[in-house]
């Protein structure tokens, strides 16, 4: 009898302790961001976001052909890393792309010729 208490004192921390072991960790929710793009204009529905995940969204509201590059900038501005490129988009169309992203800057543009010049160019904060 006075040592069923402790036994069963053990099992009980043990099955805690256990539960607590096996919880799987909970991935993030993905970032999201959303583009509206336009003749000449990048507008995003946030400038900052997690690093991790990120789907990127963009609405070619104009009437000409867009697309969204994404490509992370150094420390001194300059591209680095990998290049993220969205398909071209009608007008009208909807396009998706999903990426990891890592804390820093990232530049976006859009790369039909001039269209980048022409104000189609917005920077993303990722914390
Ligand atoms: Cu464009």
Redesign the pocket.
């Known amino acids: 009898m006075t040592l069923r208490l402790p036994l069963l004192l053990l099992t009980a921390l043990l099955a805690v302790a256990g539960l607590t072991l096996v919880r799987p960790v909970e991935a993030a929710a993905p970032s999201r961001v959303f583009i509206t793009?336009t003749e000449?204009h990048l507008g995003l529905s946030r400038t900052s976001v997690k690093a991790g995940t990120l789907i990127v969204q963009m609405r070619n509201q104009g009437e000409?052909?867009?697309?969204v590059q994404l490509v992370r900038l150094s420390r001194t501005g300059r591209a680095t890393g990998r290049t993220y490129r969205m398909r071209t988009l009608a007008p009208g169309e909807l396009g998706e792309l999903t990426l990891r992203v890592r804390a820093g800057r990232y530049r976006l543009t859009?790369t039909?010729a001039g269209?980048a010049r022409m104000g189609?160019r917005a920077t993303l904060r990722v914390r």
């Open positions: 793009a000449h000409d052909l867009h697309d859009c039909i269209h189609m």
